[in-house]
């Protein structure tokens, strides 16, 4: 059996996701340590304040949106609220429901806990190859016709430099997966609005966690990713030679690319959950 002791892993998810991560990781044997990449906050400009708050009355009201989507889990924290949640569990039975869409288990638990029905959830399907757009399209592309003949519209709830932060789908990648759903939308005849309710940045690090994260270029760590943004940053402190023999796991192909075109020596995607993570370490060995 593969000894993934001998393997140590750095967890680069926003706190405090990097946390849980790493006491999941060490609960199965995995030496973890955190070294967040990317730092959340509420949006703060003005115009985006008010168009989340716009935003949130519309859905409230109903009658506007058909499905709202939810790009990460921290969309879900961000907008949704006790009063949205009650507005949607308690639409008429006659009327088109609102629905919430998610790419995947995470950001569908972040709705949960929000207050939402698992009723109103729809997200892909368990077995589903990556937790994406395109999978979660395929959950819900039935609902788009009678949406598209109500009038009603699509709410990408999204973070203000357009990204993510769980599926793949974020700044660094332009938002492929969410305009790639806008579009399908679109052509279906839905109309699509975006909303900014949080902002994502690279975090102060302590100069003990640089000189950490120094040692990791060249002690055989691996670093998980499950942003593109946050391979950017990385690659904003180190150069491509630095980075060249060092290791890395994606929880989506477009991260892998990133952290590829980063100059990462060994690049390996999986599904975003703790038990594909673990598989990917052990085909290491």
């Known amino acids: 059996m593969a000894d993934i002791t001998l393997l ?31 730092e959340i906050g509420p949006a703060t400009l003005p115009a985006d304040q008010q168009a989340a708050s716009e935003a949130r009355a519309a859905c409230q009201r109903g009658g506007r949106y058909g499905a ?14 006790e009063k949205l949640a009650l507005a949607l569990s308690c639409q008429a ?16 638990r972040a709705a949960l806990a929000q ?27 039935s609902q788009v016709p009678a949406m598209a003949a109500a009038g009603l519209r699509v709410l990408v709830v999204r973070g203000a430099s357009e990204g993510d932060g769980g599926s793949g789908e974020n700044s660094a990648s332009g938002g492929t997966g969410r305009q790639w759903l806008a579009t399908q939308l679109q052509a279906a005849g839905v109309g699509v609005d975006f909303v900014a309710v949080y902002e994502r940045r690279m ?6 966690q640089m000189a950490h994260a120094r040692t990791t270029l060249t002690d055989g760590s691996i670093w998980l990713f499950s942003s593109s943004q946050a391979v950017m940053h ?28 980063a100059g990462f020596a060994s690049v390996k995607p999986c599904r975003p959950t703790v038990a594909d993570v673990i598989a990917s370490l052990e ?3």
């Not at 998810?13 to 990317?38: F, K, M, T, Y």
């Not at 975090?203 to 003990?208: A, D, M, R």
């Not at 990385?234 to 990133?258: D, G």
Request: glycine letters at 4%.
């Open 115 to 141: 207050g939402i029905p698992a009723t109103l959830i729809d997200q892909p399907a368990p077995g589903a190859a990556q937790f994406d757009s395109e999978s979660l399209w395929a959950q819900v592309s």
């Open 234 to 261: 990385l690659s904003n402190i180190f150069s491509p030679v630095e980075l060249a023999a060092v290791s890395a796991i994606t929880t989506h192909p477009r991260i892998a690319r990133a952290a590829q075109k």
């Open 68 to 81: 709202i989507m939810l790009v990460s889990g921290n969309a879900a924290q961000y907008f949704l609220d």
């Open 8 to 38: 140590r892993i750095i967890v680069t998810r926003p706190q405090p996701e990097a946390d849980a991560w790493v006491s999941q990781l060490q609960a199965h044997g995995v030496p973890a340590r955190a070294l967040p990449l990317i």
């Open 203 to 208: 975090p102060q690090w302590t100069p003990e």
């Open 93 to 108: 039975p006659t009327a088109i429901k609102t629905r919430v869409w998610s790419p995947g288990p995470g950001t569908a």
């Open 283 to 285: 085909s290491r060995l």
